[in-house]
């Protein structure tokens, strides 16, 4: 099977259903373990990306967050949110088919905070300095949230069985 052709196949039936033009196709040994279109716009939900939907998919199938021997078929090169959730779930690859530079000129998303051509610098910047209001409250109690998991896990501070570098 072409997954990446099943990934633009997915997302022109998006957009044809009134959806965005993004899709996500995983596969596993040579067969679709996940796969998802946008769904921001069917269900206001804006989490709701291909790659979140599909990768919470996959987890589920697999009982596990972890993706490693997957590779991920995306239409485009993912946005931050999902670009961080496939560092967090350690797939083999993440294919991406076209870039933003090249959709550019038929599709842009330029909400408040989220212009992607200045996201990367903006996340880069210290939180003070992010154009996103953000206030740092410290609590005490919150660290200690932390120790109890610590504690329920035999005094291990990182999680069991995450792929490592």
């Given at each position: 099977m072409d997954f990446a052709q099943r990934t633009i196949d997915l997302a022109r039936r998006n957009v044809e259903e009134g959806g965005r033009p993004f899709a996500t196709v995983i596969v596993k040994d040579g067969e679709i373990l996940a796969q998802s279109?946008?769904?921001?716009?069917?269900?206001?939900?804006?989490t709701a990306h291909a790659e979140i939907l599909a990768i919470r998919a996959a987890c589920l199938a697999l009982g596990t967050e972890h993706l490693t021997g997957t590779t991920i078929y995306v239409l485009a090169h993912p946005c931050p949110m999902c670009l961080g959730a496939l560092y967090y779930c350690s797939p083999d690859e993440v294919v991406f088919l076209t870039t933003r530079e090249a959709y550019e000129p038929h599709y842009v998303d330029d909400r408040k905070y989220f212009e992607l051509a200045n996201f990367y610098d903006e996340f880069a910047k210290?939180?003070?300095?992010?154009r996103l209001p953000m206030r740092y409250e410290e609590h005490t109690d919150a660290v200690d949230v932390y120790r109890e998991w610590q504690a329920r896990n035999g005094g291990e501070r990182r999680v069991p069985g995450v792929p490592t570098a």
């Open positions: 279109p946008n769904q921001v716009a069917q269900t206001g939900d804006p210290p939180w003070q300095d992010r």
